[in-house]
């Protein structure tokens, strides 16, 4: 088997636990039915992760499809694992795993888990960006810079949402981060253009 086979293997399998994760969440918040109360944030949250972990994964598929294929060291391959793992945690943190019989807040339990959330996908864009600044020794600067350009620029803006996010308490705040997240995530994933 090839690096990419190997990595798309491992890459697949998290991606799967981690939507996993979400849709069990859900299947478990509408089993609830009247003990949860709803709020749209904490589900935009998880839509946001998902939508982040299904962005990462078709970019990770096509950098892989498109890239040379050139000697990985075991530090690149780690990078990029705990990338992933990171999204893992991201996806996890977005909804409960469980409803208590006396009921749940979505709103409550996004305000008492807005940290972990915020902090993971921060997390996250750093990683993303310090992986493209460390590839600038591989390739030519230019080239690596039009070819991700809109991948860098949703990570640095992600990470200035993250940001702010872990640092103001208003939860209007929130709100447009995560429209803004959404938004910046459709637009930059949204043409998934076969080479």
Wanted: proline share 4%; hydrophobic share 60%; aromatic share 14%.
């Amino acid at each position: 088997m090839t690096y990419f086979e190997y990595a798309a293997i491992f890459i697949g399998i998290i991606v799967g636990l981690s939507l996993a994760n979400i849709l069990a969440s859900v299947h478990k918040l509408m089993e609830a039915g009247p003990r949860v109360r709803w709020d749209w944030l904490a589900p935009a949250m998880a839509a946001n992760a998902t939508l982040l972990t299904l962005g990462f994964f078709w970019h990770q598929w096509l950098l892989m499809q498109t890239a040379p294929h050139v000697t990985r060291y075991f530090i690149y391959v780690l990078v990029r694992a705990i990338a992933f793992f990171l999204l893992y945690l991201a996806c996890a943190a977005t909804l409960p795993d469980d409803v208590p019989e006396a009921g749940l807040d979505l709103r409550a339990y996004y305000v008492a888990n807005r940290m972990r959330v915020w902090g993971l996908f921060c997390a996250t864009f750093v990683l993303a960006l310090s992986t493209w600044a460390v590839g600038f020794a591989e390739e030519p600067a230019i080239e690596r810079l039009q070819a991700n350009a809109t991948f860098i620029l949703m990570s640095a803006v992600g990470l200035l949402l993250g940001i702010v996010s872990l640092t103001v308490r208003a939860l209007w705040w929130h709100r447009i981060a995560v429209i803004a997240l959404a938004i910046l995530f459709l637009a930059v994933f949204g043409p998934m253009v076969l080479p």
